[in-house]
């Protein structure tokens, strides 16, 4: 096809320069005039710059074409670190950064993946290490078979099974796969159940919940299920580190009139410098956290995956800490 291309355009530039010539008084263009020397050697210099001027914008088009195909060929070979330099027409420019971005992306989820798996394996062979443990004490006769040794041995299947379904929402959200039933709610009436549904806890840790809702909020677009586990989560979070007599004000208000802020403050640890965007990791928690370490994980990508953001806050060590989150009101 580029060789009838080339013979097509060198055939219309050769008629097109003879019928030039003839116009310039090199020789005639009828049938019975002669053809003379200078107009066979324009057209011949016509035609060998036409093919130069081809062969450079193919050249020109050919090598980043080739770069994408070796690129594209090693990223399905798994080298993620591959990228290809932004050259050629725009159309091959803008491909060549589509791909350099993929790469990146792969390479960051690639990253991802493999902390995942760390991390999963260090935290699962804890509870099952002390499992382990204690049934073989048991059948050594080691340790008596009594309800309290019982017990604790459930409590780590527990908090396996805690570990297990919080990986599961957390690897759904970060794949975009998180079933979400959006429907129109009421900011404040998520705000009241969320502090209603744990206000028992907060009573027994001696920690004073209170809710402080704006009155008069826009409604918002949102799955309530899944904004309800979110506050419980940073409700729960902040009771676990507030000292007794200590308080949790939970509040929601609209910053303007496209979204609306809750956010959850206690008067409890506070957070060091550094700390405040490391809380939202995978299994961050303290030394003395008995959950699974993925609730503020999980708080995030929920967040995340109704197009609001998140974050911490906090004056310092003992001076307790906000964690604030946004939610647009239309989707």
Do not use: C
Not at 138 to 162: C, F, K, V, W, Y
Not at 214 to 228: E, F, H, Q, S
Request: charged share 20%; net charge negative; aromatic share 4%.
């Amino acid at each position: 096809m580029v060789a009838a291309v080339v013979v097509f355009v060198v055939g219309v530039a050769t008629v097109a320069t003879w019928i030039l010539a003839g116009l310039l008084g090199l020789a005639g263009v009828s049938g019975s005039s002669p053809v003379a020397p200078g107009q066979v050697l324009l057209a011949l210099l016509v035609g060998v710059l036409v093919l130069g001027i081809l062969g450079r914008g193919a050249r020109r088009v050919s090598a980043p074409v080739d770069d994408l195909l070796e690129a594209a060929d090693r990223l399905a070979q798994g080298d993620y670190a591959v990228r290809v330099a932004e050259r050629g027409p725009r159309e091959l420019r803008e491909a060549a950064r589509a791909l350099n971005t993929l790469g990146e992306r792969l390479a960051a989820t690639e990253q991802r993946r493999r902390a995942l798996f760390a991390d999963v394996s260090h935290e699962l062979r804890t509870p099952l290490t002390v499992v382990r443990g204690g049934l073989e004490g048991m059948l050594d006769g080691i340790r008596p078979r009594d309800d309290a040794h019982i017990a604790a041995l459930r409590d780590e299947t527990l908090l396996l099974d805690r570990i297990i379904e919080d990986l599961r929402t957390v690897a759904l959200a970060e794949a975009g796969a998180l079933p979400l039933h959006f429907e129109e709610a009421e900011p404040a009436a998520l705000v009241r159940d969320a502090v209603a549904a744990l206000a028992g806890s907060a009573a027994s840790a001696g920690v004073r919940l209170q809710a402080d809702p704006v009155t008069g909020l826009p409604t918002i677009v949102a799955d309530p299920d899944r904004l309800a586990e979110v506050l419980r989560n940073l409700i729960a979070n902040a009771i676990r580190y507030t000292p007794d007599g200590g308080v949790v004000l939970v509040g929601v208000t609209a910053p303007d009139r496209s979204r609306v802020a809750f956010a959850v403050t206690d008067s409890g640890a506070g957070l060091a410098p550094g700390e405040a965007e490391r809380i939202f990791d995978r299994f961050a928690r303290s030394a003395d956290s008995t959950g699974s370490g993925l609730g503020l994980s999980i708080a995030r990508e929920l967040v995340a995956a109704h197009g609001g953001s998140i974050a911490a806050s906090s004056p310092g060590p003992g001076q307790g800490t906000t964690v604030r989150f946004t939610i647009p009101i239309a989707r």
